[in-house]
């Protein structure tokens, strides 16, 4: 029996001695390049210019995580529906990609604090008559698939019982519908719903008001076990505003006053 105890002992002392696992910091650093999922049809988050190079928002703030890394950033563009499961497979090390902190994505991935903030605007086609979020009731409306904006505004026609709700695959497939008629109206982000009028890519819409949703408060995700990642990731963004370089991106891809960042009766 003691001597069994001697060789239970040594076999713990083995196991808890062994070498430590490397974690997901550690493997990006090693590495030396972050990949960052970044959605670039999403302006001014993410979109590209005219030679074709991402930019935006959520570009720089890829960036920035990477030059506090010390490493290389890398773009990987994902649409919308494919953010989580580019993570999953293995494709990006994090996602910057505009990502509503809900309670159902946070079974699948580790959610950070929120590094952005979004409220909600209508952009509707000029002959559809609306005026209003409440003029929507009864007409075609869409969204992007998969988003905070899609997932209220379905459940808001529902609620209505009358009118069509249409899911699109990309931001840009719903403001080409709205321009071209087939929908006669979209809830957006107000970011993103000034920045594709102002283009003018697509004429006959109009930005005609807010939408009563909450705001939208949007994480930056990593893999649910990797905890020193998703610490790391917390300590960014806290350090993105208490440097002003948040308020700094934000003038410059935005403008005006940046969206305050912390849950009023929550945390702050």
């Known amino acids: 029996m003691k001597t069994k105890a001697i060789a239970f002992s040594l076999l713990a002392a083995t196991i808890l001695c062994?070498?430590?696992r490397a974690d997901k910091l550690d493997d990006i650093i090693g590495a030396g390049v972050l990949r960052c999922a970044v959605v670039l049809d999403f302006p001014p988050m993410g979109s590209r210019d005219a030679a074709n190079t991402p930019i935006g928002f959520d570009v720089d703030y890829c960036n920035d995580l990477a030059k506090a890394l010390g490493v290389t950033a890398e773009i990987v563009e994902t649409p919308f529906p494919e953010r989580i499961p580019a993570l999953m497979s293995g494709r990006v090390d994090v996602g910057v990609a505009s990502t509503s902190d809900t309670l159902e994505r946070a079974k699948t991935v580790g959610m950070t604090i929120p590094y952005f903030a979004f409220e909600m605007a209508?952009?509707?086609?000029?002959?559809?008559?609306?005026?209003?979020f409440e003029t929507m009731k009864g007409k075609t409306v869409g969204a992007t698939a998969g988003t905070y904006e899609a997932i209220a505004l379905e459940a808001q026609v529902k609620e209505w019982g009358t009118g069509e709700f249409r899911p699109y695959q990309t931001q840009?497939?719903?403001?080409?519908?709205?321009s071209q008629g087939q929908l006669d109206?979209?809830?957006?982000?107000?970011?993103?719903a000034q920045a594709t009028v102002k283009t003018g890519n697509f004429p006959g819409i109009a930005v005609v008001g807010k939408a009563p949703f909450d705001t939208d408060y949007v994480a930056?995700?990593?893999?649910?076990?990797e905890y020193g990642m998703i610490n790391y990731l917390n300590l960014f963004i806290s350090q993105q505003v208490r440097t002003g370089r948040?308020?700094?991106?934000?003038?410059?891809?935005?403008?005006?006053?940046a969206p305050n960042l912390t849950v009023p009766g929550v945390y702050r």
Do not use: C, H, M, Q
Request: proline share 2%; aromatic share 10%.
């Open 172 to 178: 840009a497939d719903v403001f080409l519908a709205l």
């Open 122 to 132: 209508v952009t509707a086609n000029e002959k559809s008559g609306i005026t209003s």
């Open 185 to 192: 109206a979209t809830v957006s982000t107000s970011t993103v």
């Open 246 to 257: 948040y308020k700094e991106l934000y003038e410059k891809w935005v403008g005006g006053e």
């Open 220 to 225: 930056l995700f990593t893999n649910r076990e």
């Open 18 to 20: 062994g070498p430590a």
